[in-house]
């Protein structure tokens, strides 16, 4: 069964870059969709960017264009989050999850990102 491992969160500057990173276990991660989805505190989870399965393309928030990256390592088995130019609104728990068909299902843990001064 596919489990998923987050890290590489951290306290960051405003301004500063972190790259977030997303294991796989139990199942190649080729066959999936993937998604980055983020909860701050008091708010609802929200999808933040996801990569495909086939052509390996990528959706990204309006709030993230421009400034975060996705994208996997097939060998590691691992998708990852390049964030750049973090702003304050960017802090929350951060998860990976697949795209099961319906829904988005096997979630990892998260992994916190702090972005303050």
């Known amino acids: 069964q596919l489990q998923f491992v987050e890290s590489g969160g951290g306290l960051v500057q405003p301004g500063g870059s972190l790259r977030l990173s997303c294991a796989a276990s139990g199942s190649r991660l080729d066959y999936y969709a993937v998604g980055w989805f983020r909860q701050a505190p008091g708010k609802e989870r929200e999808g933040v960017s996801c990569?495909?399965?086939?052509?390996?393309?990528?959706y990204y928030a309006d709030s993230v264009k421009g400034r975060f990256t996705i994208s996997r390592d097939k060998d590691k088995n691992t998708v990852y989050l390049q964030m750049n130019s973090l702003k304050a609104e960017d802090t929350g728990v951060y998860y990976c999850?697949?795209?099961?068909?319906?829904?988005?299902?096997?979630w990892g843990q998260g992994t916190q990102v702090t972005v303050s001064s």
């Open positions: 990569i495909s399965d086939s052509d390996g393309g990528t």
């Open positions: 999850a697949k795209d099961g068909g319906t829904d988005f299902e096997s």
